[in-house]
């Protein structure tokens, strides 16, 4: 079945540092769509992006990613972190089409302090 | 902002009591979805629903778990026997009928099982 790899457990940062979160998955189908959801303390999760097209970038709220097929990969960026981005951020990945379940990384918290 | 509505927001229950949840989905979102976040913050996918129909649930969900989606009622999931290691955050989701669209969550069901 499906997969998806994140970096795992907890990640620490100094605000205005760069943030990266890695996501690589696999999959038997060669078009997914790709997700990353953020979950903020005591909220409920919601998307911050999402992408289908290969080698595109997509942003939103200062974040960016860009699906890489060759690599199966995923990866969320910023450039600066703010201690705003403190939260709890998931990898999905979904087939296109169909009525499929889509399948989460186990979660990356990210912690960014002064 | 998502308009998942989930209640209670915290159950308490003893060991082999049952602990019933409701989740009221999105408006026009036919899809359903319940998600248990563990202590360790990973989603372990329990039971889907389009409509009324199960579409997907996995075997313990199956075993100890009642859940259903009637039409004009809310959403619910069961569990007949809790057991300690039930205590978790329970979270619903809906989406519009294809897998590539974005999952939008309820706030949770907090279950502590004593």
């Known amino acids: 079945g499906d997969s998806v790899t994140q970096t795992e457990g907890l990640v620490t940062l100094t605000e205005g540092l760069p943030v990266m979160l890695n996501c690589t998955y696999q999959t038997i189908y060669s078009n997914p769509f790709l997700f990353w959801y953020v979950q903020h303390l005591n909220e409920s999760p919601r998307l911050l992006l999402k992408?289908?097209?290969?080698?595109k970038r997509t942003e939103h709220q200062g974040f960016h990613a860009t699906l890489h097929k060759s690599s199966s990969s995923f990866h969320l960026q910023k450039s600066s972190a703010q201690l705003s981005d403190s939260a709890l951020y998931y990898c999905a990945l979904s087939p296109s089409g169909g009525n499929y379940k889509p399948t989460f990384g186990k979660g990356t918290s990210l912690v960014v302090h002064p | 902002n998502s308009k998942v509505i989930q209640t209670p927001r915290y159950l308490v229950k003893g060991q082999g009591q049952k602990a019933k949840m409701r989740c009221i989905p999105e408006?026009?979102?036919?899809?359903v979805f319940w998600y248990q976040q563990n202590k360790n913050n990973e989603f372990k996918f329990l039971i889907n629903f389009q409509n009324q129909e199960v579409l997907q649930q996995i075997d313990m969900t199956e075993k100890r778990f009642s859940a259903e989606c009637p039409s004009n009622s809310p959403c619910s999931l069961e569990i007949q026997s809790s057991e300690a290691g039930d205590s978790a955050l329970y979270l619903c989701a809906s989406r519009t009928g294809a897998s590539q669209n974005t999952l939008y969550f309820g706030a949770g069901t907090r279950l502590s099982v004593l």
């Open positions: 992408s289908f097209t290969d080698n």
């Open positions: 408006k026009g979102h036919p899809v």
